[in-house]
């Protein structure tokens, strides 16, 4: 046996170095496997068999973003235990879909205050919208929980037949009121009104005493501008870059690397999956070309401008490069149809509004870290809104390019 070992020793080593290599490096191959597809509207899991919902892996980032948040904060938790995604997700869709979430401002009147509000924004990165709309979540999570464990046990059956027995039946309980009417109507003076402005001038409508509030939402203004894929892909089409060769290369190049659109034939006819494939690679390459391109331009524009506390001074007669200037700059200098330029200047913006732009508001980038960060997550953070510590966005000055669902 000893002799065995040492005649084949080197084989045996070379061998058991190459799997624990492997071993080593699956949990690496799936972590980069999951941020290639994180581009906002990739499939991560499909609920219902009857009628299938999608979740996105934009939905995984923000799911991802919770827990961190919820492990960050877990001592001062009524639930606790919560370690994975699905798990999370599921709790709180079935708590949303049951009614036991409330809006993200009644935090604030339960456990959270707007300092331990901000101390937890400060510590944990996140703002301060996504942390309080992340604890109405627990604390609807919260509710469920205990209204499901002090409820009384029912079968299906014997719920249903409850549920008709109950709403077949209805109790009246007639009760007169005698109308009247004040001999004056009520008036107030500038100094009551002002007072009554500043009782409740920093609670949300509906949060007040019997329901008076008067602050507002943050809101923004939003201008952008939109390269297609389709008119990226147009434009490569026009060119010389799916030429024979260069489909025949790819073909070849892509079954030696991954095994896939079976042996290149050189007799058979190049097939149309090849050709799509490329063409999918080389507008990818170029859409990433020109988003560097115009932030490049975007930034060489704020040149000389200074800086304080990761932000940028922008003086009163700043105007910076105007978008419909960078559309003309791109479409001359890469052929394209002009790109198309949008402008929300009517009207304010809540996170909720900004999340259903169409094409844009569930765009991500991923320049803020390995999960992407949605337009409304960037609107949020900026420094008119208190800021963030880890996405420095400010008005008047671009954000980072965004990647929508097709790219």
Not at 32 to 38: A, D, F, I, P, T
Not at 310 to 334: K, T, V
Request: glycine share 8%; charged share 25%.
């Amino acid at each position: 046996m000893f002799k065995f070992l040492r005649k084949y020793n080197k084989y045996i080593l070379a061998v058991g170095g190459t799997l624990l290599l492997i071993t080593f490096l699956i949990p690496f191959a799936f972590t980069n496997l999951l941020q290639g597809v994180g581009q906002g509207g990739a499939t991560w899991a499909t609920i219902n068999d009857d009628r299938p919902e999608k979740v996105t892996v934009s939905d995984l980032a923000r799911i991802q973003r919770e827990l961190q948040l919820l492990q960050f904060i877990a001592p001062q938790l009524a639930v606790q235990g919560i370690d994975r995604a699905e798990y999370w997700y599921l709790l709180q869709r079935e708590a949303q879909q049951g009614g036991f979430v409330a809006a993200a401002g009644t935090v604030l009147q339960g456990q959270l205050d707007q300092q331990t509000l901000a101390l937890l924004s400060g510590a944990s990165g996140e703002n301060a919208q996504f942390v309080a709309e992340t604890m109405a979540k627990v604390q609807g999570v919260s509710r469920m929980l205990q209204a499901y464990l002090a409820s009384n046990r029912y079968s299906d059956r014997r719920l249903r037949h409850e549920a008709r027995r109950k709403f077949h039946r209805v109790e009246i309980l007639p009760v007169v009121l005698e109308a009247s009417a004040p001999d004056e109507p009520a008036t107030y003076t500038d100094q009551q009104l002002l007072d009554q402005m500043n009782t409740f001038a920093e609670d949300a409508p509906g949060e007040g005493d019997m329901g008076f509030g008067y602050r507002l939402p943050n809101r923004a203004k939003l201008e952008w501008l939109v390269i297609s894929s389709d008119s990226v892909g147009t434009m490569i089409e026009a060119t010389d870059q799916l030429n024979p060769v260069a489909l025949r290369k790819h073909w070849r190049r892509e079954y030696e690397q991954t095994d896939r659109f079976g042996p290149p034939d050189p007799d058979a006819p190049v097939p149309d999956a090849v050709r799509s494939d490329l063409l999918g690679a080389l507008r990818s390459r170029r859409l990433a070309e020109i988003a560097r391109y115009a932030n490049d331009q975007l930034r060489i524009a704020r040149r000389g401008l200074a800086r304080r506390g990761g932000y940028q001074e922008i003086p009163d007669d700043w105007s910076g490069l105007r978008f419909e200037d960078l559309a003309l700059d791109i479409q001359e200098s890469f052929g394209l149809a002009l790109p198309e330029y949008h402008a929300v200047g009517d009207r304010w913006l809540t996170v909720g509004d900004v999340a259903e732009i169409e094409g844009v508001g569930t765009a991500t980038t991923d320049k803020f870290g390995a999960v992407p960060v949605a337009l409304p997550q960037l609107v949020m953070a900026a420094r008119a809104f208190g800021g963030s510590p880890t996405i420095p966005i400010q008005q008047d000055v671009a954000g980072p390019p965004l990647r929508g669902d097709d790219e």
